[in-house]
């Protein structure tokens, strides 16, 4: 390699120079640098017409032009095989590269080591219900949103939030108290509580005791379903929406949605996250963990009334939208979206 390489400015020189009819030992003198150096950079000049850096190759790859379109193809064609795979395979051929070797390759086409998304596994079914849902709510007004009322259910931990956070540590600190978060196992207790919301503002929050089952549901919305919808004022014909949780359609609870003269949202089934109410537990889990609450009876405490501080505009900005876009908020985000 070159250890001391003359500037753009003084190899145009030469050139100018040279054109206009100076030899090379007139060049090397005015210029003060060698003769060889002149005739390099004239003999550059005459071959490529610039005094530019070309790219220079290096050293020669190890592995042939056609293996590196193997391991291309392979990667693309098997996006989830590990650099061993590949490794072991260059290998019985006869080319052992190291494992970054093959990693550069795949980088330089585009491809790169990436954590692979979750999502729910729709068969076709499945997904024609979602295109049905999406197709039947195409000329839906914001008005229509609006007299929606959603509900779900969510798990909140006593220390469940998990969620990374940043810390300015010097090396060999990281284990340090004020540099750590603390954890306890099955996060130290939880309780799990229904709530309900519009764009009006959020309504009724409920903790349940026990496990959830058809019939404490059906109790929790005889109890709380009719006062948040008057409430919110949604009179009379409101929506209700809930998922497709195994006690929300047990026939039971069919039932009560009849004789209460309740129309009740059509969910398809094996759907996204798509919820606006999921933004709102994201949120309020977040509200919650900055309380630090002690114990049980004050996590029940804090999550209504960080509940009922959600503000009204909040809660009209997940509903008011004219193209019906929901998203999802979590570790895992999903999108939906009816275009008009």
Not at 208 to 213: H, L, P, Q, V
Request: charged share 30%.
């Amino acid at each position: 390699m070159k250890n001391k390489e003359h500037t753009r400015q003084v190899r145009d020189t030469v050139v100018k120079k040279f054109k206009a009819g100076f030899g090379y030992k007139k060049i090397s003198q005015a210029l003060n640098i060698p003769r060889s150096t002149v005739q390099a950079i004239i003999l550059k000049w005459k071959e490529y017409q610039t005094t530019a850096n070309l790219p220079r190759p290096g050293s020669p790859s190890k592995l042939s032009a056609h293996t590196r379109r193997r391991l291309i193809r392979d990667a693309a064609k098997r996006p989830m095989i590990t650099l061993d795979e590949p490794q072991r395979s260059t290998a019985e051929v006869g080319d052992s590269v190291h494992r970054t070797t093959i990693s550069r390759i795949l980088h330089k086409s585009g491809l790169y080591g990436r954590v692979a998304r979750r999502k729910p596994f729709l068969k076709d079914i499945h997904k024609k219900c979602c295109l049905k849902f999406a197709t039947s709510h195409l000329g839906d007004t914001p008005n229509m949103w609006k007299k929606v009322l959603w509900s779900d259910e969510t798990k909140m931990e006593l220390f469940g939030n998990n969620a990374k956070r940043y810390v300015w540590r010097k090396s060999n600190t990281a284990h340090h108290p004020e540099h750590t978060i603390p954890t306890v196992k099955h996060g130290g207790g939880s309780i799990m509580v229904w709530a309900c919301f519009s764009s009006a503002r959020t309504g009724k929050m409920v903790k349940n005791d026990g496990k959830m089952d058809g019939a404490k549901y059906r109790t929790i919305l005889e109890e709380n379903l009719m006062e948040s919808a008057k409430d919110l004022r949604l009179g009379r014909r409101f929506v209700f929406q809930q998922d497709n949780d195994p006690k929300h359609k047990a026939k039971s609870t069919k039932e009560w949605f009849k004789n209460k003269h309740i129309q009740v949202l059509e969910w398809p089934s094996q759907s996204p996250d798509m919820i606006p109410i999921e933004n709102l537990w994201k949120e309020l889990k977040t509200a919650v963990h900055k309380c630090s609450p002690s114990n049980l009876a004050e996590l029940e405490l804090f999550c209504k009334e960080e509940w009922e501080k959600i503000s009204i505009s909040r809660c009209a900005k997940l509903i008011d939208i004219p193209q019906a876009t929901y998203s999802c908020n979590r570790s895992k985000t999903w999108r939906y979206k009816v275009l008009t």
